[in-house]
């Protein structure tokens, strides 16, 4: 196996000259550098990471926190992770806390002690365990998709990134409200989540500008699980007045939510309008296809990785809040006839923000 010294050799370099140019420990002149890549290519010399950690005190590596098994939205988002860091020449460690306080304190607890660099996570509901050993170990840490705030609304002092949640949700019921639905149901994500909180807001928001009052009876808890929206779904449909159309807060609804409707024999536009908040892969393969809020998965992972990177090379930089714009995908489970011009992805207009959300700006 080709060690340094045999790349020093082959490129006529001191030792110390390949070291920085691995750890980048030091500004190499551009022709030397390539004298070092070009032997480290010609003699297939693998860099001893461990020792490498020792001299730079970084292992190049970052935990991933994302419950990527329970919720395929966080697939995409991870996918993002990955091909950001490995840009980077980062590598991940990522572990599964299952949207579950305990063992989301446990896994990342699992991650600082193999002494990864910094954290990405999707955190849970209640996250008062995490926040705490965060803070305690000073880990560096860039929170994704679900918002950690302050009882004051201020961001604690860890980066996050997300999407919009409010207006776009706003727009779908507006939407639906357009095409003369008076009784629209929702199926709300897991409770003390910012983006449930944030999606209800914006249902009740496209409420009020339609001028259609909020009926509590008309929104059910999904919790975020397939299982449960398959549930309160079939609940909703057996009000004595039901709903006439539907928004789902997450992909894992929207299947819950499906389920009930194909086992009441309820069809889709034709009994009841649906949209859903996620696209997914297979959105469009249903008969008929959803309309749906896209949310840009990969790039909220790769923007949680560059946001982490700028933290770790620049510890006192002003504390950020990234928001991502969504898009609105207009199919055909709305009860529209689709045609091309109404089947694209435009995103969701900043000039259309509600001026009291929190989400006007995309950094903060």
Same mark, same amino acid.
Request: charged share 20%.
């Given at each position: ?10 490129a ?9 140019v ?30 490498? !950690?020792?001299?730079?005190? +970084?292992?190049?590596?970052?935990? /991933?926190?994302? #419950? =990527?098994?329970?919720n %395929? @939205? ?32 446990k ?5 600082h002690e ?31 998709d ?22 776009p ?24 989540? !910012?983006?449930?909180?944030? +999606?209800?807001?914006?249902?009740? /928001?496209?409420? #009020? =500008?339609?001028?259609? %009052? @909020? ?32 928004v ?8 819950g939510a ?15 309008a ?7 892969a297979w959105a469009?393969l ?19 990785v ?7 090379a ?34 969701? #207009? ?15």
């Amino acid at each position: 196996m080709a060690t340094m010294v045999d790349v020093a050799q082959h490129a006529g370099v001191s030792v110390a000259t390949v070291s920085h140019v691995l750890n980048k420990t030091r500004a190499v002149r551009p022709q030397t550098r390539q004298l070092v890549l070009d032997a480290i290519e010609a003699l297939g010399y693998t860099p001893n990471t461990l020792a490498r !950690s020792l001299v730079t005190s +970084r292992t190049r590596s970052i935990g /991933l926190a994302v #419950s =990527a098994v329970s919720n %395929p @939205y966080f697939t995409e988002i991870l996918q993002g992770v990955e091909a950001g860091a490995l840009e980077q020449g980062y590598s991940l460690l990522i572990a599964d806390p299952h949207d579950d306080p305990k063992h989301e304190r446990k896994v990342v607890q699992l991650l600082h002690e193999r002494r990864v660099d910094g954290m990405i996570v999707a955190p849970s509901a209640r996250p008062d365990g995490l926040l705490d050993y965060l803070r305690r170990h000073d880990v560096p840490t860039v929170f994704l998709d679900r918002l950690v705030t302050t009882p004051d609304g201020d961001p604690f002092r860890f980066d996050q990134v997300c999407t919009q949640n409010t207006e776009p949700m706003a727009q779908l019921v507006g939407h639906l409200a357009d095409l003369g639905h008076r009784r629209i149901g929702l199926v709300a994500g897991l409770p003390g989540l !910012s983006t449930t909180g944030e +999606r209800i807001t914006g249902y009740r /928001l496209g409420l #009020s =500008a339609a001028g259609l %009052p @909020y009926d509590e009876s008309l929104v059910a808890q999904g919790d975020s699980d397939a299982e449960v929206s398959r549930r309160v779904t079939r609940e909703l449909l057996t009000l004595s007045s039901p709903p006439t159309a539907l928004v789902t807060g997450n992909n894992a609804m929207t299947i819950g939510a499906l389920r009930a409707l194909g086992e009441l024999r309820v069809r889709v536009p034709d009994d009841i309008a649906l949209c859903c908040f996620d696209d997914f892969a297979w959105a469009d393969l249903f008969h008929p296809r959803l309309t749906a809020v896209a949310q840009p998965s990969k790039e909220i992972g790769a923007q949680a990785v560059r946001l982490l990177l700028e933290r770790l090379a620049t510890p006192e930089h002003p504390i950020r809040t990234v928001r991502l714009p969504s898009a609105f995908v207009h199919r055909g489970s709305c009860g529209c006839p689709e045609s091309p011009e109404k089947t694209g992805s435009p995103e969701i #207009s900043e000039s259309t923000a509600n001026p009291k959300s929190s989400e006007k700006g995309s950094v903060s």
